[in-house]
């Protein structure tokens, strides 16, 4: 084996005995404690109200765009926990090291919502100002307050201009395909 196998052979050691302590600290710390319900319901109760509240005739459209915002939230969340830039003491699933509740539930649901009853660019970016001031500097210190949300090497101000520039970036994306003739 050459020299470079064998540090990926360790490497691979490595990695199976950290997944073997996450897999033991979720079984016995994280699943089905009142955090872990939290994610639960974060990931199921907004997708119920959107339900309820979508314009059926403009679903396809709204759901592009939280398809969309999904996308963009797990690769940035994927990314930042990757870098250690913060972490998520409870998961959902062991396997997905990411806020996958928030990824694919609340925060989606939220901008779709926004998406459909602010249509025009000046009441979307009032409205997604407003959520993107209390995601960074309420809902995130709450989250942290919690237990959910750890912040290891980031700054509440940075994740302001993040928020809102992946909702205008995907309100400007979606109308350009769709409205593009």
């Known amino acids: 084996m050459t020299k470079s196998s064998l540090q990926y052979a360790e490497i691979l050691k ?95 649901v939220a901008h779709m919502l926004i998406y459909q009853y602010f249509p025009s660019w000046k009441s979307f970016l009032v409205a997604e100002l407003i959520i993107s001031i209390l995601g960074a500097f309420v809902a995130e210190h709450l989250a942290e307050r919690v237990g959910i949300y750890l912040v290891l090497h980031w700054y509440h101000t940075w994740s302001f201009p993040i928020y809102m520039m992946k909702a205008v970036v995907g309100k400007w994306l979606i109308e350009s395909i769709v409205y593009y003739r």
């Not at 009142?34 to 319901?41: A, E, I």
Request: charged share 10%; hydrophobic share 55%.
């Open 14 to 108: 490595v990695r199976s005995h950290l997944h073997e302590l996450q897999y033991e600290h979720w079984r016995q710390h994280e699943l089905y404690t009142w955090q872990w319900w939290t994610f639960v319901g974060m990931l199921i109760i907004p997708w119920i109200i959107w339900w309820r509240l979508v314009d059926k005739t403009r679903t396809a459209i709204i759901l592009c765009y939280g398809l969309y915002l999904m996308c963009v939230v797990t690769a940035m969340d994927s990314l930042g926990a990757g870098l250690e830039l913060w972490a998520y003491p409870i998961t959902l699933i062991p396997v997905i090291p990411v806020a996958i509740a928030l990824n694919c539930g609340m925060i989606p």
